[in-house]
Antibody, heavy 117, light 111 residues
């Protein structure tokens, strides 16, 4: 069955960096657009970034543009999110997500990122 | 402030039907048949319930249905059950600078 397993979350100070990873299995990873979606504590969902199946097309939310970088390794079936210059407002559970057509068909269990001094 | 407007909360009794609305604009909900709905229980990841306005993924109960009229999409849950109590989010494709817009979420309480 489809599995997306995130890792790399944790506590980081404002201005610091963190790299999230997502290991995919159970589907042909290289065929799917992938995304990172986050949810601040007690808040709604917020789209962060997405990357096309080949990696040639990338979008970022305005709130993270210039600070976050999404990448993928189709050979290793992995999705990554490099997060720099972290701010308190980046505190959230970050979900790795697989896009099925124009919907988010696959979700990971999420990894918590806490930005605090 | 979310781009798509959902009611903060709705409630219903077991066996009843409820409808959650998701209002956007002519650049998102009104322009594309790419509205999807997600159910999220506390502490869990969201789950896709409806895609492309009215299609159900395999395994989703037929008590869940979706529709759209103009700039407003709707999720209807019939025959409410206790396990339907959760947060529900809508997402729409959009022609704006970012590909998707999200609703703020609706908390469904089963009385």
């Amino acid at each position: 069955q489809v599995q997306l397993v995130e890792s790399g979350g944790g506590l980081v100070k404002p201005g610091g960096s963190l790299r999230l990873s997502c290991a995919a299995s159970g589907f042909t990873f290289s065929d799917y657009y992938m995304s990172w979606i986050r949810q601040a504590p007690g808040k709604g969902l917020e789209w962060v970034s997405y990357i096309s199946s080949s990696g040639s097309t990338i979008y970022y939310a305005d709130s993270v543009k210039g600070r976050f970088t999404i990448s993928r390794d189709n050979a290793k079936k992995s999705l990554n999110l490099q997060m720099n210059s972290l701010r308190a407002e980046d505190t959230a559970v970050y979900y790795c997500a697989g896009l099925v057509a124009v919907a988010v068909g696959y979700w990971g269990q999420g990894t918590l990122v806490t930005v605090s001094s | 402030q979310s781009a798509l407007t959902q009611p903060a909360s709705v409630s219903g009794s077991p066996g009843q039907s409820i409808t959650i609305s998701c209002t956007g604009t002519s650049s998102d909900v009104g322009a594309y048949n790419y509205v999807s709905w997600y159910q999220q229980h506390p502490g869990k990841a969201p789950k896709l319930m409806i895609y492309d306005v009215s299609n159900r993924p395999s395994g989703v109960s037929n008590r869940f249905s979706g529709s759209k009229s103009g700039n407003t999409a709707s999720l209807t849950i019939s025959g409410l059950q206790a396990e339907d109590e959760a947060d529900y989010y809508c997402i729409s494709y959009t022609s704006s600078s970012t590909p998707w817009v999200f609703g703020g979420g609706t908390k469904l309480t089963v009385l």
